[in-house]
């Protein structure tokens, strides 16, 4: 029996996706959330700078 509503919790593209690609993704939001970090909070901005990461310049 199928629950109503369980495509809002399964997305059985994503969930079942090979280990590669799933780490892939992982780290592509990973970066993305760095940069956003980088760019929007004086405190994340500060830290990296003073620890000689610059999240802007990744690719």
Known sequence: ???KG?????N???ETLPRD????LQFKKFKRILK??????KLY????????FHPVYMN
């Open 6 to 10: 369980i495509d809002q919790y399964w």
């Open 45 to 52: 901005r500060r830290i990296y700078d003073e620890a000689g």
């Open 1 to 3: 029996m199928i629950m």
């Open 36 to 41: 956003w970090g980088y760019e929007n909070s």
């Open 12 to 14: 059985p593209l994503l």
């Open 21 to 24: 690609k799933i780490k892939a």
